[in-house]
Structures are given as C-alpha cells and as structure tokens.
C-alpha cells in the first residue's frame, strides 16, 4: 500500500486556482507566490497539464527559509469561447533539501514519498471577479508534464474577435480608417487595369508588325528564288523550244517535198 503523500509545506498564493482575464487576443500573465516558511531549503518545479499553451517563469528553483518567489504564467493567445471549460491544472511540486544537495541531484533521487503536490486549477475570465464554479477532478499525475522557458511564444491561429469601434477610429476629413484603405484599393485596382489594357495594345501592335514582317520576308524569298533559278534550266527550256520549233519546221518541209514529189509524178 503506497505511504499517503506529505503536506505541502510552501505557501501558495493563489491556493486553488489561476485566473486569466480577457481579453485573450495577446500573452495573459497570471503571478503565483511562493514562500518557504520552513527552517530548510525548499526546491520547487511547476507543472502543467497543457505545456504547449503557457510558458512559466521561473518554471524550477530554491527557496532558502522565509524566501518567496514571484512565478509568472504567461497564457499564449487563443480563440477564447466562453461556452468552454478549460480543464488545463497547474501542479506546484515541492522537496525539503537536506545539507547543500545540488537542486538537479534531489530530484533525481527522490523517492515519490517525499514529494509535495499542490494543483491549482485555471478559470478564463472576462471579467474582473472569478466565476464560482465548481473545482474539477485533478489530473493525473502522469498526464502532468513540467511547464518550461521552453515553450513557443508563437500565438496559436484564431479568429481574433475585437470591437469595431477600435477598428473604426476616425480619421481625418470625417473618413473611417476602412474607407480611406477602400479608396486607395480601388485607385489601385484601376492603375492596374490601365497598365493591363496598355499591354493589350502593345502586345496587338507588336503581333500585327510581326505577321507584316512575315508577309514580306516570303514575297522577297519568292522573287529571290526566281530570280536566282540556275542558267542550266533557262538553256534547257530555250533548247526545248528551240527543238519543237526546228520539229515543226521539218514537218512543214516534208510536207512540202512529198507534195512535189506527187506532182512531178503525176505529169
């Protein structure tokens, strides 16, 4: 049967639960106190169940007797909803020193029955008083993990709901912020729609030129081609005329000599 755990020896301020006040569209800092009223040197760790979500500093240390530590709880910035219950714990964990231990030494050889947990609950508040509501069942221990320097300050991604007084402040000539960013979009939008139809036109004049430039490159071609036919073939075209002509020349000749020929023989 495991020995019941000790009392906690170190004050806690808060002793039940960290508030956080809205709005939580940026880092919340909630403080924690705590004092060592013993005779003995105290180490502490705190502990969280959601480390990904709050960076506490300092998150580990030593209290001599009668000394006291401000730790911040700094809550990184989130969609709040107000119809959820956050079930995020705290864990403050505490171990009497005994002699000059080094503080990374007295964890590591701690036996479980020597430690001191005391778990503090978080309320999301927007408002300036806690709502009373009932304490939830602690987590348990091994769903605990330390909450360090360590964490990413980076706000998670969320729909930041502000009032629109504070996005509509007034500028000069009577405008809102939003129409005079409305009127530089739309001269904007215009200059490049100018810049575009200038480029049509451009591009258009460019294409007809070009299809001009090609037009004539074939005419010029054609003639040069022409122009540039071998002496071979123009001897050859004339010889073939010149040998029809000299074919029907000695047709019409024999024609002639056969005609005469019958005549002579016929007298």
């Known amino acids: 049967m495991p020995s019941p755990r000790l009392s906690q020896v170190l004050k806690i301020d808060p002793p039940e639960a960290l508030e956080f006040k809205g709005p939580f569209t940026e880092v ?8 060592n009223p013993t005779d003995s040197r105290v180490a502490f760790k705190v502990k969280t169940t959601a480390p990904k979500r709050y960076c506490v500093r300092p998150n580990s240390g030593v ?18 909803d107000p119809l959820e219950k ?15 231990v080094d503080e990374k030494d007295v964890w590591k050889a701690a036996e479980p029955s020597q430690l001191m947990d005391t778990k ?8 300036s008083t806690v709502p009373e509501s009932p304490a939830q069942p602690a987590a348990p221990l091994n769903d605990l993990d330390s909450a360090g320097d360590h964490v990413q300050m980076t706000p998670q991604k969320a729909n930041v709901k502000m009032d629109s007084e ?3 402040q007034a500028a000069p000539g009577g405008t809102s ?53 071998p002496s071979g073939v123009s001897l ?20 002639t000599g056969l005609f005469t020929s019958n005549l002579i023989l016929g007298r």
């Open 177 to 229: 912020v939003d129409d005079e960013a409305m009127s530089r979009a739309k001269l904007e939008t215009k200059r490049l729609l100018d810049e575009i139809s200038s480029l049509r036109k451009d591009n258009e004049r460019m294409r007809k030129l070009a299809m001009s430039d090609t037009m004539t490159s074939s005419s010029q071609s054609q003639q040069l081609q022409k122009s540039s036919m």
């Open 28 to 35: 919340v800092t909630s403080n924690l106190i705590l004092q």
């Open 120 to 127: 503090l609950r978080v309320v999301f508040n927007m408002d």
């Open 236 to 255: 050859l075209f004339q010889d073939t005329s010149n040998v029809v002509l000299l074919f029907f020349l000695f047709i019409v000749a024999f024609s």
């Open 86 to 100: 956050t079930k995020h714990k705290f864990m403050i964990q505490s171990l009497v020193m005994a002699g000059d």
């Open 166 to 168: 504070k996005l509509k």
């Open 63 to 80: 209290l001599d007797h009668n000394e006291s530590v401000t730790v911040s709880v700094m809550l990184q910035p989130f969609e709040y």
